[in-house]
């Protein structure tokens, strides 16, 4: 079993900043992609920014230039820097992690792995 835990969720007024965090923890024996998704009420859960598994770094659009993913993989961790945060950023943000998990190196099996989600919320 995989456990991804976000925290450092919040409210924020517009132009601030918050700082993410996922810790995952179990039986791991690699991760090749880690990264943050959100869903806003009556919308669809869409990518913030991400570690992709050929080993770059994916951004929304619409947060480009203002948040900023690190990752620590002696760690299995993966933080999400957020600046000059706007109301539209409101959201819960959910750490998401691809997997190799099982009982023995030799039985495991690569999967999507999802935290329970933090809210963000961006209002003055």
């Known amino acids: 079993q995989v456990q991804l835990v976000e925290s450092g969720g919040g409210l924020v007024q517009p132009g601030g900043s918050l700082r993410l965090s996922c810790a995952a923890s179990?039986?791991?024996?690699?991760?090749?992609?880690m990264g943050w998704y959100r869903q806003a009420p009556g919308k669809q859960r869409e990518l913030v920014a991400a570690f992709t598994s050929g080993g770059n770094t994916a951004y929304a659009d619409s947060v480009k230039g203002r948040f900023t993913i690190s990752r620590d993989n002696a760690k299995n961790t993966v933080n999400l820097e957020m600046n000059s945060l706007k109301s539209e950023d409101t959201a819960v943000y959910y750490c998401?992690?691809?997997?190799?998990?099982?009982?023995?190196?030799?039985?495991?099996?690569?999967?999507?792995?999802w935290g329970l989600g933090t809210q963000v919320t961006v209002s003055s």
């Open positions: 998401n992690a691809r997997v190799r998990s099982g009982t023995s190196f030799q039985s495991s099996s690569w999967y999507d792995s």
């Open positions: 179990g039986s791991i024996f690699g991760i090749n992609a």
